[in-house]
């Protein structure tokens, strides 16, 4: 099946600095998606990508999907600690719409 | 964006007994799913819940293990039956629907003793 490679698979950064993640994949996708989860709830959609090449912001997040349509990449600005938690990518089945997701990236901020 | 309720939160069970999940979405969405993330780990998708029709199950996942409900398009269920330690695992529904991208309840913790 499907295969999403998520790197990296964990970050421990200084608050402040910028953050950079990306998920790669063997097969074609015709939609990505970035989610958060936080401890003890599900995930909660960040960003949705819904052309190749397309470029979007969500206040300190930027994410673009990938020309070939095989990759995403998101960046965080300026972290700060509540940005904390998992990071996962997500692409959606070119057929009948299921998600496939990325392995995760956990993401620790100190203060 | 749908609202999507799910219960229990939480329960801890005895193993050969099964659980029914319950999804309420807010509003009718196009598609529900059932995801599974066993403890550290990613999600994986378990089926497609379909309105009035059995549901589609992904490779490794079989209806009498997981059987799925979709009476109407805002609500489902998930059974986990005959449980066993190893589907101790956060349970997730997500819908999807017009205008707006996958959404996903808080989960169901479920732990088999």
């Known amino acids: 099946g499907q295969q999403l490679n998520q790197s990296p698979q964990s970050m421990f950064i200084q608050e402040g600095e910028d953050v950079s993640m990306n998920c790669t994949s063997s097969s074609i996708f015709n939609t990505w998606l970035w989610y958060k989860q936080d401890p003890g709830e599900g995930p909660v959609l960040l960003i949705a990508?819904?052309?190749?090449?397309e470029l979007t912001s969500n206040g300190r997040l930027t994410a673009q999907f990938g020309i070939t349509r095989k990759d995403s990449f998101l960046n965080i600005s300026a972290s700060i600690p509540s940005d904390v938690g998992i990071y996962f990518c997500a692409g959606r089945d070119t057929s009948y719409g299921k998600l496939t997701f990325g392995q995760g990236t956990i993401l620790t901020v100190h203060p | 964006s749908a609202v999507i309720s799910q219960k229990p939160s939480r329960d801890i069970c005895q193993r050969g007994t099964s659980l029914t999940i319950q999804c309420q979405v807010d509003s009718q969405v196009t598609m529900m799913f059932w995801y599974r993330q066993q403890p550290g780990q990613s999600l994986t998708l378990i089926a497609t819940?379909?309105?009035?029709?059995?549901?589609?199950?992904e490779s490794g996942f079989v209806i009498d293990k997981f059987p799925i409900s979709r009476p109407n398009l805002t609500f489902s269920t998930l059974t986990v039956s005959n449980m066993s330690p190893e589907d101790s695992s956060i349970y997730l529904c997500s819908a999807t629907g017009q205008g707006y991208g996958y959404t996903f309840g808080s989960g169901t913790r479920l732990t088999v003793v």
């Open positions: 819940a379909n309105q009035g029709s059995e549901a589609t199950y």
């Open positions: 990508l819904y052309k190749a090449g």
